[in-house]
Nanobody
Framework: QVQLVESGGGLVQPGGSLKLSCAAS????????MGWFRQGPGKEREFVAA????????VYGDSVKGRFTISRDNTKNTMSLQMNSLKAEDTALYYC???????????????????WGQGTQVTVSS
């Protein structure tokens, strides 16, 4: 059984930074790509970023390119999302997820992920 637990969310002012973490438990996690998604109030779940199993491929959603950085540490079964230059529109519940695949092909598609965390809230407001 795979369990994913997000942490690091909170309230931050526009222009500020936050780092989200995802702690994973279960066998063979290092063999799968991982991703971050978010869902804002009244919006559909949106792709944020993904990282391949060996960290050799990183993919970002258009709205976060240049501001967010995804990383993982397979020795610790953790994944992180460094978020800089935060905007009000980044306000959302952020989820980490495990892909069904090794690489990041089709990583934007929610159906390609089989395990999800409960989410951590990020609120960007002055």
């Amino acid at each position: 059984q795979v369990q994913l637990v997000e942490s690091g969310g909170g309230l931050v002012q526009p222009g500020g930074s936050l780092k989200l973490s995802c702690a994973a438990s279960g066998r063979g996690l290092s063999n799968f790509a991982m991703g971050w998604f978010r869902q804002g109030p009244g919006k559909e779940r949106e792709f944020v970023a993904a990282i391949s199993a060996r960290s050799n491929s990183l993919v970002y959603g258009d709205s976060v390119k240049g501001r967010f950085t995804i990383s993982r540490d397979n020795t610790k079964n953790t994944m992180s999302l460094q978020m800089n230059s935060l905007k009000a529109e980044d306000t959302a519940l952020y989820y980490c997820a495990r892909s069904r695949y090794v690489g990041t092909d089709y990583s934007h598609e929610i159906t390609n992920y089989d395990y999800w965390g409960q989410g951590t809230q990020v609120t960007v407001s002055s």
